[in-house]
């Protein structure tokens, strides 16, 4: 059983810099989510890909955040100049073609910007 | 606005039953979500349920939908040190935009 997956599983950063993080959703999910959550918060929904098109994005992405997913399969989530503020867990998680939208998570990256 | 509502902090005895509250706001929510969060883990899905019904139980969870006053509840019955864990509301609002209360953290003592 091959869950989502995500790397890396911990990241930690010079505020500045830039940083990626790559998420492998269950292989026939076709849709997939970036979420931010941070301490003592629930996850906050950063954007919503159906296959390779991204459909929504939260206005909690600002212009330094970029999310990709080229080929439908894996994406990637790119915050350039990084911020102390930026310190959080990246969750993503995907689902299937199915009424209930039903979201599985993967275990996240935690991003932590000295 | 949207907003999921939850009180973030439950304490119970082992063998008690827990019973976790929620608030949403978006009456065309079409199912509703409980998660479980351990620490230093992802969000595991629990249960959920689809708007029109009332009730929909699971082993030792039952959730309850009062959809009139926007109130999902959650019961944990004979609840285990290993049900410690937070516990999060979310619900589908616009589009594809899943929205999660802020947790409830559940307290499990032996």
């Known amino acids: 059983d091959t869950g989502v997956s995500q790397d890396p599983r911990h990241k930690i950063t010079k505020r500045g810099q830039n940083v990626t993080f790559r998420c492998d959703p269950i292989?026939?999910?076709?849709?997939l989510y970036w979420y931010r959550q941070t301490l003592g918060q629930g996850p906050e929904f950063l954007t919503y890909?159906?296959?390779?098109?991204?459909?929504?994005k939260s206005r909690l992405l600002s212009d330094r955040f970029s999310a990709e997913r080229p080929k439908g399969s894996f994406s990637t989530l790119e915050i350039q100049r990084t911020e102390q503020g930026d310190s959080a867990m990246y969750l993503c998680?995907?689902?299937?073609?199915?009424?209930?939208?039903?979201?599985?998570f993967g275990p996240g990256t935690r991003l932590t910007v000295l | 606005g949207e907003d999921v509502e939850q009180s973030l902090f439950l304490s119970v005895r082992e063998g008690d039953s827990s019973v976790i509250n929620c608030t949403y706001t978006?009456?065309?929510?079409?199912?509703l979500y409980w998660y479980k969060q351990e620490p230093g883990a992802g969000l595991q899905l629990l249960t959920y349920?689809?708007?029109?019904?009332d009730m929909k139980q699971d082993q030792r969870l039952t959730v309850l939908l009062n959809k009139k006053d926007k109130h999902l509840s959650l019961r944990i019955a004979d609840t285990q040190t290993g049900d410690s864990a937070i516990y999060f509301c979310?619900?589908?609002?616009?589009?594809?935009?899943?929205?999660f209360g802020a947790g409830t953290r559940l307290f499990v003592k032996a």
């Open positions: 979310a619900e589908i609002g616009g589009g594809f935009k899943t929205i």
């Open positions: 998680a995907s689902s299937g073609r199915t009424s209930t939208d039903t979201q599985y």
């Open positions: 292989s026939e999910h076709n849709r």
């Open positions: 890909f159906q296959n390779e098109a991204q459909l929504e």
């Open positions: 349920i689809f708007s029109n019904m």
């Open positions: 978006d009456s065309s929510s079409t199912y």
